[in-house]
């Protein structure tokens, strides 16, 4: 993510990372690497500008302070008015309502239909009891599209796939939502390829029948200015409460997150990065700095973790690995639990320093692909008895999935190592425990 954008950033610290003291010439040089790597990344020059020159401004003003070195100085009141520029602090989602509406609204493929889901199941695990419902009534594909992303994350979706009436749609949902106990009502509506008088009258009207808690514009960051242009459009017209940043996966340069909040005043309340429809983030825009200067955000990392953590499960398998029984089925359960958390590279970057160091692997999804084809090849009773698995059943093994005899081989050691490690933290002193991790 911005993987560009924190590169330039880093080089422009650089120099004055070496230099002794603060002084106009190498804080202008800074400024003004910083300016170009902003405008590179998307972010409109007038923007630009004005962040630079509270940087230089803040920069001439500080005190000299001996113990901060003026590269420590720079990085400091870069990260600070990075996150000023984002909207300072986050803005909570207001769900409240009987019930509380939330109106979902942007140009079409800007992913509206996927944070529709993404939110339902946002909402959910937070134990509200949510519903979606199609408002697009122009693409009967847009309805079922809904209802599959309703299905794998258990939330009813509601439609009339006859009612060409998006207001009307929108209010006999309500109407449903209520009737059935539901606390919030989650609106798609439809979106089309450009901004378009048609669409804004319909959005706006639903707006006004329904008279929403949050109107939400979700916009794709990879469309850099054009996401901003947008933004300032659907404003305009609907006011709405909170932008959505999708696609923030992909290979967006920053611009969008950088000048949203600036040009519309309105904050970024989610950042949605991947297809998966349990990745959805809050926007912090102190975590966002952070990353964006090469940080990390263990913070946001724990927090995937946590909403993966089966406690159950986890005394489970802490039990097997004290008996020493970790086994094969173990293993994948293991990496079910890390591929739900989001896409691998994604969460490395969040790893302070890793960012960096990973941005040209290509790192996809399917790094465990191969390991899971070789765990599905063995039979129930291998997975449970890995000692039992002998060169006979190696070569099954490997001719089962496709694979060489010396990939089963390999994996097998890796396994073997791995248990020796737990064997030997189970004999250190606490058995084995991490302070502070409970269990
Ligand atoms: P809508 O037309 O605004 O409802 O957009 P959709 O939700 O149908 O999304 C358009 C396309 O973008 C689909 O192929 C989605 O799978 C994809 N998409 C949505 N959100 C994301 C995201 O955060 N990251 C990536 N990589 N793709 C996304």
């Known amino acids: 993510m911005f993987e560009s954008l924190s590169e330039r950033l880093e080089s422009a610290f650089k120099q004055i990372k070496g230099e002794g003291r603060i002084t106009e010439l190498n804080v202008a040089a800074t400024v003004k690497d910083i300016r170009r790597a902003l405008v590179d990344a998307d972010v409109n020059y007038k923007i630009a500008k004005e962040f630079t020159d509270k940087i230089r401004e803040k920069a001439m003003g500080e005190k000299v302070l001996t113990a901060v070195s003026p590269g420590q100085l720079m990085v400091k009141i870069v990260k600070d008015e990075l996150v000023e520029l984002m909207g300072g602090t ?14 979902i609204a942007g140009l079409q493929g800007s992913g509206k239909t996927t944070f529709s889901g993404k939110l339902a199941n946002y909402l959910k695990g937070k134990k509200y009891s949510p519903m979606l419902v199609a408002a697009d009534i122009y693409r009967p594909a847009a309805i079922d599209q809904l209802k599959v992303l309703g299905g794998q994350i258990g939330v009813d979706v509601y439609s009339e796939p006859e009612n060409k009436n998006a207001v009307e749609i929108a209010k006999n949902a309500v109407a449903q939502a209520r009737s059935l106990n539901k606390n919030v009502v989650i609106i798609d509506t439809a979106g089309r390829l450009a901004i378009d008088e048609a669409m804004m009258t319909e959005v706006t009207n639903v707006k006004n029948a329904v008279n929403p808690q949050e109107i939400l514009f979700v916009v794709d960051s990879m469309t850099g200015q054009d996401a901003v242009n947008t933004a300032r459009a659907f404003n305009e017209r609907l006011d709405f409460t909170g932008v959505v940043l999708t696609k923030l996966d992909g290979d967006t340069r920053g611009g969008a997150a950088l000048s949203i ?8 309340k989610f950042v949605s990065s991947g297809e998966k429809l349990d990745t959805l983030d809050v926007f912090y825009p102190e975590r966002m700095a952070q990353r964006i200067l090469g940080m990390g955000d263990i913070t946001t990392l724990v927090e995937r973790a946590q909403a993966q953590f089966d406690e159950v499960q986890a005394k489970k398998l ?9 086994d094969f089925e173990d293993f994948k359960q293991q990496l079910d639990q890390i591929k739900k958390m989001g896409n691998i590279k994604d969460l490395l970057g969040m790893i302070p320093g890793v960012g960096k160091a990973i941005k040209d692997i290509d790192i996809s999804d399917d790094a465990f692909k191969g390991i899971e084809a070789m765990i599905n090849s063995m039979t129930p009773f291998e997975r449970a008895n890995p000692d039992t698995i002998d060169q006979s059943r190696r070569k099954r093994i490997a001719k089962g999935c ?16 791995m248990k020796d490690m737990m064997k030997m933290m189970n004999k250190m002193p606490m058995g084995g425990k991490m302070p502070g991790l409970g269990g």
Request: hydrophobic share 35%.
């Open 318 to 326: 802490e039990k097997k690995i004290r008996k020493n029984q970790f």
């Open 90 to 103: 986050e803005s909570e989602l207001n769900a409240k309502g009987n019930p509380a509406v939330i109106l």
């Open 402 to 417: 496709g694979k060489d005899i010396a990939d089963v081989n390999a994996f097998m050691k890796q396994f073997e190592q």
């Open 261 to 268: 909040k600036y040009t519309v005043n309105k904050p970024i």
